[in-house]
C-alpha cells in the first residue's frame, strides 16, 4: 500500500503537468521504464526505483527495468559510508 502511495505521489504532478496528449497514468513496463528514466534524471533515484519496480511486475523479463532497477538502488546506496554485510560490520 506504501509503494502505491509512493508511486502516485511521484506520479500524480507528473501527469497532471503533461500536455493533453498525455494525461494517462502509465500501463505498460516501458511508459514505467520511461518516467523512471526521467526520475534519474532528475535525480530521484528512490522515486526511479519503484517505478521500474512498477515497470517489471508489468514484465518480469524486463532487461531496461532490472537494469535500471539495480542502477538506481546502487545510486541511492552510493552515499553511505559504510555497508552492513550479514551482520559482520
Partial sequence: ???LAITMVVLLPMVLSAAVTETV?????GSFVQVAREALD????????I???EALERDPHSREALGGRLYAYATMGAGM???SVAGLN
Avoid at 497514468?25 to 513496463?29: I, R, Y
Avoid at 532528475?42 to 526505483?49: L, N, R
Fill in 1 to 3: 500500500m506504501k509503494q
Fill in 51 to 53: 517505478l521500474f519496480q
Fill in 81 to 83: 559510508e559504510s555497508v
Fill in 42 to 49: 532528475a535525480g530521484d533515484c528512490e522515486a526511479a526505483y
Fill in 25 to 29: 497514468v502509465p500501463a505498460t513496463a
